[in-house]
């Protein structure tokens, strides 16, 4: 109870903020396609380009969902806004459900990648039938399943490539990211998702992309086999004991109460009872500073199940965050922060995140430079730096600490917005 009275509070404070960040939004929701390349180990797949290539197709149903919403909800009445909306809701969730699971398996795949795995596959447990793995046969196999083909696919080791695997001296923790891989991925598309909430603002659409992701985590099945018995069982193995329970459900319920979860709840709500198809970020004007409701997030760690929480406060054009992850089962941590501003009107945007683990002293680091050349595209580069264990790195990075000490990398990336 005592959360919610200081969400209603927080809310009902925080009423005028938001007209001021829905005026320095200033826009309706939009389209947001974004392309990522990396220029060094370009043979490992890259988190940031497979989420760019997701959340771009969620982008175009999307697109197509707000055909049937209406260009002017406003001007509907509320049951009008209702049935829209829930026309569009459904067609979303039967195109959103199987993609979310594509880029859950490629996101095995790219975690198998920082193996040395190349030439990744599908396999259908129930057919015993292989095939060679690309974007479209695997959103294709899951979405027949909406209709009763009762055939899965999914990512897939051969026997050879597996005994490949077994055979490295660290197989035992590469088969443990592995594992975590897909679950991990889902967090890493809420909080990209969250961060464009943050930075421009997002359809109340988002809401379904979101929640999405954070129901396949919770209710991801915790039998013999599955991502989440197979990483516990290599947990076990590094003698780390983890609870399937904590990892699939408890340590995931903190993301339901970040910042971007309550703001899209709250978008929905404002959506049926006004027609505004705009969702801003929950935040609370206190003298010069914006301090904004904290982001929670969960990940699968070789230290076990982490809960993590990132405070952003707003000072002008600036805006800072402060984070603290924690390991369950073992006490491990990292501590984190970030800054991000704009420069020259506007025109050039600056990130600047750091991430640093105490008990392993290792360090992590991302920082972009953007370019809004025109109002409709943005061209960038991201430039990453590690050395040592942080869990940002055994999430975001290529090559696990144990194989080599330091990693580096730099990405370009072209941003395409267009409101609608």
Not at 14 to 24: I, L
Not at 75 to 89: D, M
Not at 348 to 371: H, L, Q
Request: aromatic share 14%; charged share 15%; no cysteine.
């Amino acid at each position: 109870m005592k959360f919610f009275f200081v969400l209603v509070v927080f809310q009902v404070l925080s009423v005028g903020a938001f007209g001021e960040e829905s005026d320095k939004l200033g826009v309706s929701p939009h389209i947001q396609f974004q392309l990522w390349q990396s220029a060094i180990h370009p043979e490992i797949l890259d988190i940031d380009s497979i989420a760019g290539y997701y959340l771009d197709a969620v982008e175009v149903f999307h697109f197509g969902a707000d055909l049937i919403v209406g260009r002017n909800p406003s001007e509907q009445n509320v049951w009008g806004r209702i049935i829209r909306s829930a026309l569009a809701g459904t067609a979303l969730f039967y195109l959103e459900y199987p993609l979310r699971g594509t880029a859950h398996e490629y996101s095995h795949f790219q975690a198998l990648s920082r193996a040395g795995l190349r030439e990744f596959e599908i396999f259908s447990p129930e057919l015993g039938v292989t095939l060679t793995a690309n974007p479209l046969n695997v959103f294709a196999t899951r979405f027949s399943n909406w209709f009763g083909s009762g055939v899965e696919y999914i990512a897939y080791v051969s026997a050879g490539k597996a005994r490949k695997l077994l055979e490295n001296p660290r197989g035992v923790e590469l088969r443990a990211i592995a594992s975590a891989a897909g679950i991990n991925a889902q967090q890493y598309y809420t909080s990209e998702l969250a961060k464009r909430l943050m930075e421009r603002g997002v359809s109340f659409l988002d809401a379904m992309t979101y929640f999405v992701n954070v129901y396949a985590t919770m209710s991801y099945p915790l039998t013999e086999g599955g991502d989440i018995a197979q990483y516990v069982e290599q947990l076990a193995k590094l003698g780390v004991e983890a609870d399937p329970m904590v990892v699939g459900t408890f340590a995931q319920l903190p993301r339901l109460v970040s910042g971007s979860s309550l703001s899209l709840l709250i978008a929905l709500a404002d959506y049926y009872m006004t027609g505004d198809k705009l969702a801003r970020p929950l935040a609370l004007n206190v003298g010069n500073a914006r301090i904004y409701w904290p982001e929670f997030t969960s990940y699968l760690t070789l230290f076990g199940p982490t809960v993590g929480a990132e405070e952003y406060v707003g000072l002008g054009n600036h805006r800072f965050s402060l984070g603290y992850e924690y390991a369950l089962p073992t006490g491990v941590s990292d501590v984190s922060a970030s800054w991000s501003t704009t420069f020259f009107g506007g025109d050039i945007g600056v990130r600047a995140s750091v991430y640093y683990n105490p008990a392993k002293r290792g360090f992590w680091t991302e920082d972009s430079v953007a370019v809004f050349s025109v109002p409709w595209l943005t061209l960038g580069v991201k430039f990453v730096y590690g050395s040592g264990y942080t869990f940002r790195r055994e999430v975001a990075g290529k090559i696990p600490d144990f194989l080599e000490e330091q990693e580096a990398d730099v990405k370009g990336f072209v941003s395409v917005h267009l409101s609608y």
